[in-house]
C-alpha cells in the first residue's frame, strides 16, 4: 500500500465545531487532492495543490479550506461543521515532472459523521 | 463536457470465473490517461490498472486486462480467475495531459465474488 496516511479515520462531531482532518504523504510527492464521496458513490474532487503555497478549489463546492506549508502535509478544515458535511473524505497524491503518469496513490479515508 | 460512465452498478461473478466491467468516457482531447481503480469495502483505493490513450496495445496486469477502444471511447475491465478478493468497488476514472493530473471519476460498479 501507498505511503499516504490519514487521521482520524472515523469522526462523529456535533454541529458547529471547528474540525481539521489530517493528511500527510511520505513519497515527496507535489501533487496532492481531497476528494468526497458518499457512500457507494463516485469521489467528487473539492481541493487540490500542486506544491507548497499552492491550493486550488475542485469541481464540487465545498465549505472547507485547505493549506499546503509543506510538501508531505495538507490538511483539510471545516471552520463550522454541519450535518450535510458527514461523507467520506479521501486525500490522494501523486507525482509531477518527466515521467509522470497521473497516477494517484490514496489514503485511508476518514468518515466524518456530524450529529 | 469530459464525463465517465460506469453503467452497471453491481455486478456478480462465480469464484474462478471471468467478469467484463464496462466504462466510457467522452471527452473531445486525444491526449489522455485511463485508470481504473479498486475500492474494497473499508479498505484503501488501490490502482488496478493504466492505459495510456496514444497506446493501442492493451494494457494488461496478471488476471486484469482492459479493451480499450479509442474510437468508441470505451475502457473495460476484464478479470479473469476471479477470487473472493476481487470483492469491491470498482472506478473507471479519465484524466488528461498536462492538466495537472486532476481525475475525473465514474459512478463505480460494486463487484460481488460467489464462492
Known amino acids: 500500500e501507498a505511503d499516504i496516511y490519514q487521521t482520524p479515520r472515523y469522526l462523529v462531531i456535533g454541529t458547529g465545531k471547528k474540525i481539521t482532518l489530517e493528511c500527510s504523504q511520505t513519497m515527496g510527492h507535489d501533487k496532492m487532492y481531497w476528494y468526497q464521496q458518499d457512500p457507494g458513490m463516485e469521489l467528487h474532487l473539492i481541493h487540490y495543490?500542486?506544491?507548497?503555497?499552492?491550493?486550488e478549489k475542485g469541481d464540487l463546492s465545498s465549505e472547507s479550506t485547505v493549506s499546503r506549508i509543506r510538501t508531505e502535509h495538507f490538511p483539510l478544515t471545516l471552520e463550522s461543521a454541519r450535518p450535510s458535511h458527514t461523507s467520506q473524505y479521501l486525500c490522494?497524491?501523486?507525482?509531477?515532472?518527466?515521467?509522470?503518469?497521473?497516477?494517484?496513490?490514496f489514503g485511508p479515508g476518514t468518515r466524518l459523521t456530524v450529529l | 463536457a469530459q464525463t465517465v460512465t460506469q453503467s452497471q452498478p453491481e455486478m456478480s461473478v462465480q469464484e474462478a470465473e471471468t467478469v467484463t466491467l464496462s466504462c466510457t468516457y467522452d471527452?473531445?482531447?486525444?491526449?489522455?490517461?485511463l485508470f481504473w481503480y479498486k475500492q474494497p469495502p473499508s479498505r484503501q483505493m488501490i490502482l488496478v490498472i493504466r492505459?495510456?490513450?496514444?497506446?493501442?496495445q492493451n494494457a494488461t496486469e496478471n488476471r486484469f486486462s482492459v479493451n480499450f477502444q479509442k474510437a468508441a471511447k470505451s475502457f473495460s475491465l476484464k478479470i479473469s480467475d476471479s477470487q473472493l478478493g476481487d470483492a469491491a468497488m470498482y472506478f473507471c476514472?479519465?484524466?488528461?495531459?498536462?492538466?495537472?493530473?486532476?481525475?475525473?471519476f465514474g459512478q463505480g460498479t460494486e463487484l460481488s465474488v460467489k464462492p
Open positions: 476514472a479519465l484524466s488528461f495531459y498536462n492538466q495537472g493530473g486532476k481525475l475525473i
Open positions: 495543490s500542486y506544491g507548497v503555497n499552492s491550493t
Open positions: 490522494a497524491s501523486s507525482e509531477s515532472g518527466a515521467g509522470s503518469t497521473d497516477t494517484q496513490y
Open positions: 471527452t473531445s482531447e486525444s491526449d489522455y490517461y
Open positions: 492505459q495510456e490513450a496514444y497506446k493501442q
